[in-house]
């Protein structure tokens, strides 16, 4: 299960926007073994394949891939030496794979800002700062050590970083881009632009509604499910499937991952007792119609330990005892 951490300065939309992911968590019955903190919202990962796949299938279920959004209260300029509690919130970034850096970028004369500007380059240098303060404590802490065979420090600023502004509808209508010093600031680092209060409105609605909501504004989708494309992306995820008439599955495994070691995402033994599997692109299988006619063609590949996890394979696992 992928976890981002959302953090940025106070008063950006850090909370608008995780009360829009709270709304939209989903019924974690299908989920075993997970307990839902205060701070975490658990949501699925948009998958038009599962819902062909359970068509398809006549599947009595529908499960998808899942991310973990954990807020993490606001970082302030100190928090490296304490200030603001700021001790504990880094304590919590060590524990996420990727953090939501969310940046303010629109005006607004009823909502405060911290220092009493906009300027979002200068923001994001603040958290920066704030990490690198808290790594150079770490690395301090770990020469004092006397035993130097401790495991490989884990550095706050090694994490994968996707910066999320936080703009105004105007801003979102007009195309809103980055200006020169930000991107100067955020280099090649992946980003998405969403009006956090716009999103908080699209989690109170119905499917259909919110649908024809983000047509009117001309939008192929929600802020929210880009972050959440891009948070696979930028973290080298892949998605197979299984599906039957019990469920339509999604399962998340790691680009270049050999199968034995993707499937282990269904079962932990399955990478020790894997066989083979059988393989087919999902688009593929939907346009044969049927597995039969699939194998007929000669389209469903005998995958063994070597073959590597493709994104869209639909997987048959055969295992022994």
């Known amino acids: 299960m992928l976890s981002l951490g959302i953090v940025g300065l106070p008063n950006v939309g850090k909370s608008t926007l995780f009360k829009a992911v709270t709304n939209k968590q989903v019924d974690i019955q299908n989920y075993p073994f997970t307990t839902i903190e205060p701070n975490v919202g658990v949501v699925a990962v948009p998958d038009l394949r599962i819902e062909a796949l359970a068509l398809f299938s006549?599947?009595?279920?529908?499960?998808?891939?899942?991310?973990?959004?954990?807020?993490?209260?606001?970082?302030?300029k100190g928090a490296a030496t304490g200030e603001g509690l700021g001790n504990k919130f880094l304590a919590n970034i060590r524990e996420v794979d990727a953090i939501a850096h969310v940046v303010r970028a629109f005006e607004s004369k009823d909502i405060t800002h911290v220092h009493d500007r906009i300027d979002p380059a200068d923001d994001i240098t603040i958290i920066r700062t704030e990490l690198e303060l808290a790594d150079l404590q770490t690395k301090e802490k770990r020469d004092e050590k006397?035993?130097?065979?401790?495991?490989?420090?884990?550095?706050?600023?090694?994490?994968?970083?996707i910066y999320v502004f936080n703009i105004s509808e105007d801003q979102l209508s007009a195309g809103w881009q980055p200006d020169d010093k930000l991107k100067a600031t955020i280099g090649d680092a992946p980003w998405v632009a969403m009006c956090n209060k716009l999103e908080l409105e699209l989690s109170e609605m119905?499917?259909?509604?919110?649908?024809?909501?983000?047509?009117?504004?001309?939008?192929?989708e929600s802020g929210l499910d880009q972050l959440i494309k891009v948070g696979y992306k930028t973290l080298g995820l892949l998605t197979f499937l299984t599906t039957g008439e019990d469920e339509s599955r999604a399962w998340t495994a790691h680009i270049g991952d050999p199968i034995p070691k993707a499937v282990r995402a269904i079962h932990t033994d399955f990478e020790r007792?894997?066989?083979?599997?059988?393989?087919?692109?999902?688009?593929?299988?939907?346009?044969?119609?049927?597995?039969?006619?699939?194998?007929?063609?000669?389209?469903?590949?005998?995958a063994g330990r070597d073959y590597i996890t493709q994104d869209g394979d639909v997987v048959e696992v055969l295992v022994g005892k």
Request: contains cysteine.
């Open 58 to 76: 006549n599947s009595a279920k529908k499960i998808y891939t899942t991310i973990d959004f954990i807020d993490i209260a606001g970082l302030v």
């Open 146 to 161: 006397k035993d130097k065979t401790l495991p490989p420090i884990e550095l706050l600023t090694d994490k994968k970083v």
């Open 206 to 220: 119905v499917p259909d509604e919110k649908k024809e909501f983000l047509a009117e504004l001309g939008l192929p």
């Open 273 to 302: 007792l894997f066989i083979r599997a059988e393989v087919i692109n999902w688009k593929t299988l939907l346009e044969c119609g049927s597995y039969a006619n699939a194998r007929a063609k000669g389209l469903l590949k005998i």
